[in-house]
């Protein structure tokens, strides 16, 4: 990628990640690890709290139904591609993983 370009990747990334962070801290889910990677934090308007809520909501029942299908001691693995700011490895930690391996690629 070239300089710009690789710019607008992470402006992207830290813009889904304030969105996430301003739903949280307005308690529409709880998510205590955006904070630690949040430069610059804003509040958004409810609008977008709640899209982002949706989206959240939905990929953590589909996590969740996974991880809890089939066998308890079958390894189960998840692959978050493009997830540099994303919190989602900390929280199935904090709930689901008994072993886990953060991989950075």
């Not at 889904?16 to 430069?39: C, E, M, N, V, W």
């Amino acid at each position: 990628l070239s300089c710009m370009e690789d710019e607008a990747v992470r402006a992207t990334g830290e813009d889904a990640l304030s969105t996430k962070h301003s739903a949280a801290q307005k308690g529409y889910f709880h998510d205590p690890f955006t904070g630690f990677f949040i430069r610059r934090p804003s509040r958004k308007p409810p609008i977008i709290n709640r899209g982002t809520y949706a989206r959240a909501a939905a990929i953590e029942e589909v996590l969740e139904a996974f991880l809890a299908a089939g066998d308890q001691a079958t390894r189960k693995q998840v692959i978050s591609l493009g997830a540099g700011l994303d919190t989602t490895f900390f929280r199935l930690k904090v709930c689901w993983i008994t072993q886990a391996t953060h991989h950075k690629g």
